[in-house]
Nanobody
Framework: QVQLVESGGGSVQAGGSLSLSCGAS????????IGWFRQAPGKEREGVAA????????YYADFVKGRFTISRDNAKDTVSLQMNSLKPEDTGLYYC?????????????????????WGQGTQVTVAS
């Protein structure tokens, strides 16, 4: 059983930056597609970014393109999400998730059903 753990959340002013990290207790075991999702109060969970097993392919939601960067270090079993130019609407609980497959699909990477394992989330709060 893979248990994902997110870290790095916190509170920042608008325009600030945060870096989230996703790890797995005992390691990821395999280099599958990893996605980041977020959920704001009263809203549905939405896909933010994803990265393929090798790290060569990345995917972003339109609302974070140019501001967020996803990366991974397979030697350290970590996936990071660098978030710059944060906006109040970026506030939410951020989750990382491991997909069933090695590669991410451009058509489905943002769908929760593609992911098998989920972390508990880390809170990001952006003040205006």
């Amino acid at each position: 059983q893979v248990q994902l753990v997110e870290s790095g959340g916190g509170s920042v002013q608008a325009g600030g930056s945060l870096s989230l990290s996703c790890g797995a207790s005992g390691g990821f075991y395999s280099y599958n597609c990893i996605g980041w999702f977020r959920q704001a109060p009263g809203k549905e969970r939405e896909g933010v970014a994803a990265i393929s097993g090798s790290g060569s392919n990345t995917y972003y939601a339109d609302f974070v393109k140019g501001r967020f960067t996803i990366s991974r270090d397979n030697a350290k079993d970590t996936v990071s999400l660098q978030m710059n130019s944060l906006k109040p609407e970026d506030t939410g609980l951020y989750y990382c998730a491991r997909a069933w497959t090695y590669s991410c699909s451009s058509d489905s990477w943002s769908k929760a059903t593609v992911y098998r394992y989920w972390g508990q989330g880390t809170q990001v709060t952006v003040a205006s």
